[in-house]
């Protein structure tokens, strides 16, 4: 059961429209915190212009975007990952592939801004700690000292999950966390994302519905930019307009 007064992220009446086209019309969303939340729907639905509005890469046309309460609507992608605490996964992976695994979660940890200070910063015993958590989280340890270079896809895809939890966000966006990957590596992948749960809010865009069942609590199933169903993962798929449009290709 969801706890209604405990809401991290709230949209409300949130619409966009680029150059006459209608990317999202009075979407409203509340995402609650510890949460586990799923963002499904066909191709063009809206899921990654919500998320570009959310972390600031976009502006709505009207509506507004509330994080802990605060209006956010409109704050710079800067403002909204560093002083709200808000990190984005995007589709594909994003690392550097010059340093070794290590060095990519150090960097990505909350005080590094450069590898210059990366490499003078005073690694006390807590931050050795938490580093080595977060590449026995991702399933990397054993790789710490391999290049990223070398990881195979779905690595890189959990190397770059580490890097955003490695920020310490309050929200987790991940966007198609599993694209590319092996049935294997996806069922890790829902573990992995399962344990970040309650530590972090999350919000997945996936469309994987297997993947899609192993880990949601909660979905929204968004259609040509208007929010179509949302509810528990047994709602959606009992939900004769939800297997009309996008279920019934799955």
Request: charge should be negative; proline fraction near 2%; aromatic fraction near 8%.
């Amino acid at each position: 059961m969801r706890n209604q007064e405990n809401i991290l992220l709230e949209v409300k009446h949130l619409s966009v429209e680029f150059n006459g086209f209608q990317a999202l019309t009075d979407v409203n969303m509340k995402i609650h915190d510890g949460e586990l939340h799923v963002i499904i729907g066909p191709n063009g639905a809206g899921k990654t212009t919500f998320m570009d509005l959310v972390t600031g890469k976009s502006t709505p046309t009207t509506g507004i975007v509330l994080f802990e309460g605060v209006n956010i609507t409109g704050k710079s992608t800067t403002e909204i990952t560093r002083k709200y605490h808000i990190g984005r996964k995007f589709q594909g992976p994003n690392v550097f592939d010059n340093m070794t695994v290590k060095e990519n979660i150090e960097i990505a940890m909350e005080g590094y801004s450069s590898m210059t200070k990366c490499v003078f910063f005073h690694k006390s015993a807590a931050f050795k700690d938490k580093v080595s958590e977060i590449l026995g989280l991702i399933d990397l340890y054993d790789y710490r000292q391999f290049m990223a270079s070398d990881l195979s896809h779905g690595q890189r895809q959990w190397l770059e999950i580490g890097m955003v939890v490695a920020q310490n966000p309050k929200l987790i966006i991940l966007d198609e966390p599993t694209a590319g990957m092996t049935a294997d590596e996806t069922y890790k992948t829902g573990e992995m994302i399962k344990r970040l749960k309650g530590e972090h809010t999350l919000i997945v865009v996936e469309h994987d519905m297997d993947f899609v069942r192993q880990v949601a609590e909660y979905v929204t199933v968004l259609n040509y930019g208007q929010v179509l169903a949302e509810g528990t993962m047994e709602e959606i798929q009992n939900n004769d307009e939800v297997i009309a449009v996008y279920l019934k290709e799955d």
